[in-house]
């Protein structure tokens, strides 16, 4: 099916280990975001990329690492997960204009 | 740093009237501005982008106003229907391309 996906859905994880966040768009879009949403702050932006291999630091890149081998693909990893990191983390892209946004479902994170 | 402020975090208004939400700025210049709708569990859903040369702009029951003198944009949901109820979020790029989000504002609609 088109559209952007996020897998998994849901995670529990524990302080410490090594965290894969998946995101997947079928539309080619150049850009893709990660964004963090808590409580209180809104959605802040955690890495960006403008192409398969460009990525850029957002807001809070601290303790999240990103590639883009494709374009399609573009996941998160928390290298060493803290309780912190604890929220709801959503995937989006756009197209070279920027005029929109496309989110994918989120996924839910804990860290214990 | 930029700063976003959504106004009040929840407002409620009654099925036909029109509610108005506001988006204040400040240590910024924007040359882009959005509003999303996000309904609980889900990702936001972009609704309409404003630009910096662009005073208003209007799709469906929906208009947006952007002052950059008064660093603000004002979103009016028209003729509201409870199927309105939603979490709304306004963002704000220099780029077109990197967006810093508000908190959002929480609308219900009252039959």
């Known amino acids: 099916d088109a559209g952007i996906t996020q897998s998994p859905r849901y995670k529990i994880t524990e302080t410490g280990r090594q965290v894969t966040l998946m995101c997947h768009q079928t539309?080619?879009?150049?850009?893709m975001f990660w964004y963090r949403q808590d409580l209180g702050h809104g959605l802040r932006l955690i890495y960006y990329?403008?192409?398969?291999?460009?990525?850029d630091k957002g807001e809070v890149p601290d303790g999240y690492v990103v590639s883009r081998s494709k374009t399609e693909n573009f996941p998160l990893t928390l290298e060493s997960a803290t309780r912190s990191q604890t929220s709801v983390y959503f995937c989006?892209?756009?197209?070279?204009?920027?005029?929109?946004?496309?989110f994918g479902p989120g996924t839910r994170l804990t860290v214990l | 740093s930029q700063k976003i402020e959504q106004n009040s975090e929840a407002l409620n208004i009654q099925e036909g009237k029109t509610a108005t939400l506001t988006c204040n700025y400040t240590n910024y210049s924007p040359a882009y501005l959005q509003w999303y709708r996000q309904d609980p569990g889900r990702g936001p859903v972009f609704l309409l982008l404003?630009?910096?040369?662009?005073k208003e702009k209007r799709k469906e029951r929906l208009k947006v106003t952007f002052d950059t003198t008064l660093k603000q944009s004002l979103f009016h949901i028209t003729a509201s229907q409870p199927a309105d109820s939603a979490t709304y979020l306004c963002a704000l790029s220099n780029t077109g391309n990197q967006f810093y989000f508000g908190t959002g504002t929480s609308l219900t609609v009252i039959p």
């Open positions: 404003i630009r910096e040369n662009e």
């Open positions: 539309w080619s879009h150049s850009y």
């Open positions: 989006a892209s756009s197209d070279f204009s920027g005029d929109t946004q496309y």
């Open positions: 990329s403008a192409a398969a291999d460009i990525t």
